[in-house]
Structures are given as C-alpha cells and as structure tokens.
Nanobody
Framework: QVQLQESGGGSVQAGGSLRLSCAASGYTDRKYCMGWFRQAPGKEREGVAA???????STADSVKGRFTISQDRAKNTLYLQMNSLKPEDTAMYYC??????????????????????WGQGTQVTVSS
C-alpha cells in the first residue's frame, strides 16, 4: 500500500525559507512521477512542481526561481525547497505520486500526470 507522508511545514516570515519532505513507501516501480501541489483557502488546488524517476523536473511559473523540487531515491523521499517565501505562498502543501511507465512518460512529456496517491498535507504560513 502506497503511503506518502509530508513534513516540514510551519510558519515563517516573508523572505524566509522552508524545506518540505515527503516520505514515500509501499511501492516497487522504478518508473514514477511525483509532485507537489498546494491549496489555499477558497482557491483551487495548484500544481507547484513535479519530478520523474530520472530526475527531470518541472516547476510552476508562480514559484520558478524560488522553489526547487528534488528527490533522494535511496531514502524514497521527495523534497521541496522553498526560498524567498511570500504571503501568497500560504497554503496547505500536498505530496502526490503515481507509478509505472505510462505515468513516467506522461510526466516527462507534460511536467506532471494524473496522480493517484496523495499525502495528508502540511501547512505553510508566510506572514508579511
């Protein structure tokens, strides 16, 4: 059973940094796509960044140059380094994943996929 567990959220002042982690377990596919999403109150869920099993990444324009997605395959952990945080980055951040060749190819072609597995989320609050 695939499980995704986020950690690292918190409250910071504008201009600060946080690193989110997502510990993934219960999968065996070597090909996959993983990503970070966020949702602020009253707003739609927004894709933030994605990475495939070969390390190819994509990042939303709204966070490009400030946020970096990465992974440690040995630890089965996904990261989101968030720098120069702004109040508008305040949201619940979710880790997502899906596995297999089709999801991997979709991820490489489009920078994401239709994810089937989601974590519970971690709250990030940025004050001005």
């Amino acid at each position: 059973q695939v499980q995704l567990q986020e950690s690292g959220g918190g409250s910071v002042q504008a201009g600060g940094s946080l690193r989110l982690s997502c510990a993934a377990s219960g999968y065996t596919d070597r090909k996959y796509c993983m990503g970070w999403f966020r949702q602020a109150p009253g707003k739609e869920r927004e894709g933030v960044a994605a990475i495939d099993s070969d390390g190819t990444t994509s990042t939303a324009d709204s966070v490009k140059g400030r946020f970096t997605i990465s992974q440690d395959r040995a630890k089965n952990t996904l990261y989101l380094q968030m720098n120069s945080l702004k109040p508008e980055d305040t949201a619940m951040y979710y880790c997502a994943a899906d596995f297999g060749w089709l999801k991997y190819y979709h991820c490489r072609r489009t920078g994401g996929t239709d994810f089937g597995y989601w974590g519970q989320g971690t709250q990030v609050t940025v004050s001005s």
